[in-house]
């Protein structure tokens, strides 16, 4: 199957920085990637679809300028936490399709802000 | 609301057993639904895809039921293994939505040798 990676696994950051992950299609071309977030025992939550070329289309209650997301490529989504606060601690996961509507996921990147 | 509800938070079964885990949604008018495994600090993995004019879909051990009527979905493991404990995530996708995923809280499953 189709390989999504993701960039960094773990990132451990002060309150008030920004923090940038990186998803990636290593194998396929991707004009859609979607950005979930996950808290401790509970289930994903769909944040934001990133669309190549265009701008990222937020789910409700989702700070847009919070959560910075640029696709600039059809490989490459990324994702900006703005001045990350212990509350964004969390597991941020991405997605994409291939082919057909099997969605492929990263592994997974655990944020910690202090 | 869209509403998803996986029956039990934990499942706990004996190596060999038929383990049952099952999604029942609300409010949703889903194209297809789809089950994950998730493991420990882990992205979810594919398993299982059915369509809403699909009623049973098989691959290896694994199978998935669909009843539109009852808004439930049973995923079936027979001959469980220890090997296959982890979390199960079941996701509808549909409407005008099509591609984005909602996910089911998922049930934690454990298969004791």
């Known amino acids: 199957g189709a390989v999504v990676s993701q960039h960094p696994s773990r990132v451990i950051c002060k309150s008030g920085t920004s923090v940038k992950i990186e998803c990636r299609s290593l194998?396929?071309?991707?004009?859609?990637m979607f950005w979930y977030r996950q808290f401790p025992k509970q289930s994903l939550m769909l944040m934001a679809t990133?669309?190549?070329?265009?701008?990222?289309?937020?789910e409700q209650g989702v700070e847009k300028d919070k959560f910075l997301i640029n696709h600039a490529s059809l490989t490459l989504s990324t994702l900006t936490v703005t001045s990350a606060h212990p509350e964004d601690s969390s597991f941020y996961i991405c997605?994409?399709?291939?082919?057909?509507?099997?969605?492929?996921f990263g592994p997974g990147t655990r944020l910690t802000v202090l | 609301s869209q509403k998803i509800e996986q029956n039990s938070e934990a499942l706990n079964i004996q190596e060999g057993k038929t383990a049952t885990l099952t999604c029942n949604y609300t409010?949703?008018?889903?194209?297809?639904l789809q089950w994950y495994r998730q493991d420990p600090g882990r992205g979810p993995v594919f398993l299982l895809l059915?369509?809403?004019?699909?009623k049973e879909k098989r691959k290896e051990r694994l199978k998935v039921t669909f009843d539109t009527t009852l808004k439930q979905s049973l995923f079936h493991i027979t001959a469980s293994q220890p090997a296959d404990s982890a979390t199960y995530l079941c996701?509808?996708?549909?409407?005008?939505?099509?591609?984005?995923?909602?996910f089911g809280q998922g049930t934690i499953l454990t298969v004791h040798p």
């Open positions: 194998d396929f071309q991707a004009t859609t």
């Open positions: 997605s994409a399709y291939d082919r057909g509507d099997e969605q492929f």
């Open positions: 990133s669309n190549e070329g265009s701008k990222a289309t937020y």
């Open positions: 996701a509808l996708a549909g409407g005008t939505s099509y591609g984005k995923l909602t």
């Open positions: 409010n949703y008018s889903p194209a297809y």
């Open positions: 059915i369509r809403e004019n699909e």
